[in-house]
T-cell receptor
Framework: GAVVSQHPSRVICKSGTSVKIECRSLDFQATTMFWYRQFPKQSLMLMATSNEGSKATYEQGVEKDKFLINHASLTLSTLTVTSAHPEDSSFYIC???????????FGSGTQLSVL | GESVGLHLPTLSVQEGDNSIINCAYSNSASDYFIWYKQESGKGPQFIIDIRSNMDKRQGQRVTVLLNKTVKHLSLQIAATQPGDSAVYFCAENLSSTGGFKTIFGAGTRLFVKA
């Protein structure tokens, strides 16, 4: 089956620093990647959608200058949380779909803790 | 982002019993629905999907039912096992700029008692 690898699995950082999370599709070309955020005991909230080579489309209420998304190749997307603050602490999950596909394949998630 | 940010309801069942998890979706134009299972600290895993032109689909030990009239989905798990303990989410695909986006429902936590 399709495999999506996400790194790091856990990161702890100081307030004000930036954190980069990588999401790779290992055995298929991910034309579209999605980034979700999940707070404890809550559902997944879509943050943004990125198509390879295009600017990401952000959901309402998500700051594009704070959550920088790059999808420069068909196998890699990155999410950079800039100037992180404690309220950004959350579980971030990427997912990917192939060209014409409607099913998402998920990474294992990144637990971000901002001190 | 779009989602239902509610605290998760819980379903507790005895091992070997059948489980039924329900979900209401929001958009009558959605034509593709998916059930995902999420274990603690992990990403969601695909369980089963269904298109809007169907009202029932069966997999191994799982069945999804779709009622478009009332915008309702259910997931039935037969002979529930301890390994089925997890949070279950329904999701719907909505048309979006450049393709689609997948929106998750509130989720249900399933506890299986041995």
């Amino acid at each position: 089956g399709a495999v999506v690898s996400q790194h790091p699995s856990r990161v702890i950082c100081k307030s004000g620093t930036s954190v980069k999370i990588e999401c790779r599709s290992l055995d298929f070309q991910a034309t579209t990647m999605f980034w979700y955020r999940q707070f404890p005991k809550q559902s997944l909230m879509l943050m943004a959608t990125s198509n390879e080579g295009s600017k990401a489309t952000y959901e309402q209420g998500v700051e594009k200058d704070k959550f920088l998304i790059n999808h420069a190749s068909l196998t890699l997307s990155t999410l950079t949380v800039t100037s992180a603050h404690p309220e950004d602490s959350s579980f971030y999950i990427c997912s990917a779909s192939s060209r014409g596909g409607e099913k998402l394949f998920f990474g294992s998630g990144t637990q971000l803790s901002v001190l | 982002g779009e989602s239902v940010g509610l605290h998760l309801p819980t379903l507790s069942v005895q091992e070997g019993d059948n489980s039924i998890i329900n979900c209401a979706y929001s958009n009558s134009a959605s034509d593709y629905f998916i059930w995902y299972k999420q274990e603690s600290g992990k990403g969601p895993q695909f369980i089963i999907d269904i298109r809007s032109n169907m009202d029932k689909r069966q997999g191994q030990r799982v069945t999804v039912l779709l009622n478009k009239t009332v915008k309702h989905l259910s997931l039935q798990i037969a002979a529930t096992q301890p390994g089925d303990s997890a949070v279950y989410f329904c999701a719907e695909n909505l048309s979006s700029t450049g393709g689609f986006k997948t929106i998750f429902g509130a989720g249900t936590r399933l506890f299986v008692k041995a």
